[in-house]
């Protein structure tokens, strides 16, 4: 897929905007002139990039830089007069160009909230490897850097009981390399946390609530050749990060049945129609949810998440979500007034800045629809069905008298359109 405009964006005054703050020089370089009510480049070419689809290839950290080297590449050819013809041209070429681009092999180091129960284990996802172990090799040193975190960072008291976790990645570049890491570690602790807290009604009983996340990861992840050297001198570090959870200990039949939860699971997404990405965008998205360690944080995740699932868009709006969320409950009635009661919560936190006050029963409340909907696509539903087949289902009828009233009218608009046809 070659980038585009979203649809119904109008560009032209973005690039206005950018084309009275551009100069061109005789050398072909470009500058930009700043103001105290503009912030220059970085801010416009971010600007410009929520109006523009990039390949699903490239991560999305990265699309406002190829938006900015493609207006660079565009003011240089026009010199200085910009088009969204011309913009458009040139982001694709820049993007190409980055496709293009062989891709490198990495390992990203960090730790993990969880204590094997062997001293070496092994998982694998497609082509990638994720090793535990109770401590780096040698040629994998992080000591230097986690000094310097914790001088940046010396109000946090970093874990230190963590088993840690080297995982194989590929990319372009460094920051594809380490998404691609992320990604894959998200995607087991998303499935890992949803089997072991689905049913759970909450953790805290007093103070301030935990995460909700039983493994989690360390904020520090570094990247690293094969061979162990480091890739690069940039640390990846969770900014969200304010104290160590506590490390899960598991015995050896406990990993075991994680690991066969974990592999019926990943079995069971690579039968879907999509050969799994919807529910791999899921898994990952839920690990990041229950990851937050504020509860306002974490409750406004699980909604976006539950809108995903359901597939809701802006045309069909949060009655959307509440329907289709609704109709896999027992008790449907109640299940909507709740879920109005969590879509009203959401409108205040987001509106109103009138947040949840760090409760964590609105979050599990929340949390039991989004993992209902996850075991009813996973275990329930006919996995060779497309999303919007799946979207129609939940958009059935829940009385069965209304349901079989439909069912006698497809089967008339069937023996009516065969006579036609006849």
Not at 190 to 212: E, H, K, M, Y
Request: aromatic share 8%; hydrophobic share 35%.
């Amino acid at each position: 897929m070659c980038a585009d405009w979203k649809k119904d964006y109008a560009p032209d005054p973005v690039l206005a905007k950018i084309g009275k703050t551009a100069r061109v020089h005789e050398n072909g370089k470009t500058s930009y002139i700043t103001s105290s009510s503009v912030f220059g480049m970085e801010d416009l070419k971010h600007v410009l990039a929520s109006g523009l689809v990039l390949s699903a290839k490239i991560p999305s950290s990265l699309h406002a830089d190829i938006v900015g080297d493609g207006i660079n590449d565009a003011l240089c050819k026009a010199k200085g007069k910009l088009t969204r013809e011309g913009v458009m041209q040139a982001v694709r070429e820049v993007e190409g160009r980055y496709l293009r681009l062989p891709k490198e092999n990495y390992v990203l180091a960090t730790s993990i909230s969880l204590k094997c129960p062997l001293p070496y284990c092994r998982l694998r996802r497609d082509k990638r490897c994720i090793i535990f172990t109770p401590s780096l090799p040698k040629s994998f040193d992080q000591s230097s850097l986690r000094v310097r975190v914790s001088t940046l960072f010396h109000r946090e008291v970093l874990p230190n009981d963590y088993y840690m976790v080297r995982t194989g990645c590929t990319g372009r570049n460094f920051q594809e390399a380490a998404v691609d890491a992320l990604d894959t570690l998200a995607l087991f602790r998303g499935i890992w946390n949803f089997w072991l807290t689905r049913g759970r009604a909450s953790r805290s009983l007093c103070g301030d609530p935990d995460q909700v996340a039983e493994i989690s990861l360390d904020p520090i992840r570094t990247l690293h050749m094969p061979n162990g050297k480091l890739a690069t001198d940039t640390i990846w570090y969770d900014s969200h990060y304010r104290k160590p959870v506590k490390c899960k200990k598991i015995t050896s039949k406990a990993w075991l049945e994680l690991r066969e939860v974990d592999s019926w699971t990943r079995k069971r997404m690579s039968r879907s129609k999509d050969g799994g990405d919807f529910l791999t965008q899921a898994f990952i998205r839920y690990a990041v949810a229950l990851d937050e360690p504020s509860m306002d944080h974490t409750f406004l995740r699980l909604w976006s998440l539950l809108e995903f699932l359901t597939q809701t868009t802006k045309e069909t709006r949060s009655k959307t979500t509440i329907r289709r969320a609704a109709f896999l409950c027992s008790e449907r009635e109640y299940a909507i007034k709740e879920l109005e009661h969590f879509r009203d919560m959401r409108n205040r936190a987001v509106h109103e800045d009138d947040l949840t006050r760090s409760s964590d029963i609105p979050v599990y409340q929340l949390k039991s629809y989004v993992d209902r909907l996850l075991l009813f696509l996973l275990v329930r539903c006919n996995m060779r069905e497309t999303k919007a087949e799946m979207a129609e289902f939940l958009d059935s009828p829940c009385s069965l008298d209304a349901l079989e009233k439909k069912i006698r009218m497809y089967r008339k608009a069937k023996v009516f359109l065969g006579k036609q046809k006849a």
